[in-house]
């Protein structure tokens, strides 16, 4: 799949904007807060309809408007045209469009236009809570396999019922046990996701984190859930008089875990800066390569400010590896400095476009700089 155009109004601090990418690699140049990131995210925008972050999407609109479209158009990987459009209007909600049609349920959308977003708040894949990494995985399941979704809306429901009756202090066993049961049927079809990914993606998780690495260190990821060892039901069964106690269901799918490590120890403890990027980089690729497998659709991949906390060796490795196989097609690269993006395209066998980003408008460079 590649993106062949987009459309931006009112987006972020970008009032208005068409551009043309190459098919292979685009890089944006501009310093920080010029429009870079914000290109980016609206290119997620319009594959998952959300924005990369848990922010409120009125946060979206432009300030001092009160609406925001994006439009873009593909090509996917048999040639066919598509085109998707994606608004918002204050009060009024969002809209999301493949082809002139509007989907029923957004959702239906999900996984058909896969990307992959690499952005400096990947970091707190390892350095913040467990729901960061659940949803992540969350995110990247849903894409790959549609009833994931649906099972993970249902088990929410069920959790926030048994959630109120808890804190209300009801004490009627086969009241709990109606809900827990519908609970206990998605979360089963959650953990067996969940640990399918985990087993899928290791290998090539492996083989990237040594790649850029150059084999410096060794890091490791393993999936933690309380389904591992017993079914929900015997969980809800053992922990209800605590959850009544506690007033919240304190065990069950929305707690479960990765674990990060660096040789024997925690990633999160002992990781540098460096290792923790090499770490959240080489997730993300192998992501890019289990969408690409699941889904049968070459994903986007929006690398954003990779440059920095990894010295040049490692990024040198990046480039190299996404650019130079034929398993990964269009790129979206960007950076504050010129000096590395022009490193970057002269290492570049393939097509590719320089775009300069000042306060939310774009102009193409032809063109790098030789040294």
């Not at 924005?51 to 439009?71: Q, W």
């Not at 029923?104 to 996984?111: F, K, Y």
């Not at 236009?113 to 849903?142: K, Q, Y």
């Not at 017993?230 to 269901?249: C, I, K, N, S, Y």
Request: glycine share 8%; net charge neutral; hydrophobic share 35%.
């Amino acid at each position: 799949m590649r993106l062949d155009s987009i459309d931006i109004l009112n987006f972020k601090n970008i009032a208005e904007a068409r551009l043309e990418f190459s098919p292979r690699v685009n890089c944006l140049l501009g310093l920080n807060g010029m429009g870079k990131s914000n290109l980016l995210e609206a290119i997620h925008f319009l594959s998952m309809a959300r924005p990369i972050r848990s922010v409120p999407e009125s946060a979206l609109i432009r300030h001092g408007s009160d609406m925001l479209m994006v439009k873009g158009t593909y090509t996917s990987d048999s040639g066919a045209l598509e085109s998707v459009s994606c608004g918002i209007v204050k009060g009024k909600g969002k809209t999301l469009r493949r082809n002139d049609k509007e989907y029923q349920r957004i959702s239906e959308h999900i996984g058909k236009f896969p990307i992959v977003t690499v952005t400096p708040a990947d970091s707190e894949i390892v350095t913040g809570s467990g729901e960061v990494r659940r949803r992540l995985m969350d995110v990247v399941i849903s894409q790959a396999e549609p009833s994931y979704l649906s099972r993970l809306i249902r088990y929410n429901r069920g959790l926030e019922s048994r959630n109120k009756m808890l804190r209300a202090g009801v004490n009627d066993r086969i009241l709990y046990e109606s809900v827990e049961a519908g609970m206990a049927e998605a979360a089963s079809g959650i953990h067996e996701a969940r640990r399918r990914w985990t087993e899928d993606i290791l290998p090539d998780f492996a083989r990237y984190y040594s790649r850029i690495s150059d084999d410096a260190e060794k890091a490791s990821l393993s999936y933690r859930s309380v389904l591992n060892e017993r079914g929900l039901q015997e969980v809800f069964d053992a922990e209800r008089p605590r959850d009544l106690a506690l007033g919240f269901t304190s065990a069950g799918v929305h707690r479960d875990d990765l674990s990060t490590r660096l040789g024997d120890y925690s990633m999160r403890r002992l990781g540098s800066q460096g290792q923790v990027k090499t770490f959240t980089i080489a997730l993300r690729l192998a992501i890019f390569d289990y969408l690409r497998r699941k889904g049968g659709v070459t994903p986007v991949l929006l690398l954003d400010d990779i440059f920095d906390k990894l010295d040049a060796d490692r990024v040198g490795r990046i480039i190299t590896e996404v650019s130079g196989s034929d398993n990964f097609g269009q790129i979206f690269i960007t950076d504050t400095n010129r000096e590395h993006l022009d490193e970057t395209l002269r290492g570049i066998r393939s097509e590719s476009r320089l775009f300069e980003v000042e306060d939310g408008r774009f102009s193409e460079i032809t063109g790098y700089e030789e040294t």
